[in-house]
């Protein structure tokens, strides 16, 4: 299952329970419309962190690191690209 769909499943089942995957556009801004607020945003580092085991640290607390399906999906990625190189450099 990709990070997209995941990530997906866990804001329709947290935030909208009304939207089918579909519908959940990867570019949404979430938080400019209202979908997540600021305990949303705490939410759903919590399970990010716990999902995907990757620790989300102070500097990572940009807003847009959070805005959007695609915008969380990135910052999976580029986290677990640093994590890579970290251990094998």
Partial sequence: MSNIT???RFLIEEFLPDV???Q???D???LSDGVIDSLGVLKLIAWV???F???VDDTDLDPNNFRSVAAIDAFITARRTAATATVGG
Wanted: glycine share 0%.
């Fill in 6 to 8: 995941q990530i997906k």
């Fill in 24 to 26: 959940l556009a990867d």
């Fill in 53 to 55: 085991s990757l620790p």
């Fill in 49 to 51: 962190e716990d999902h």
């Fill in 20 to 22: 089918t995957p579909e």
């Fill in 28 to 30: 949404h801004d979430l």
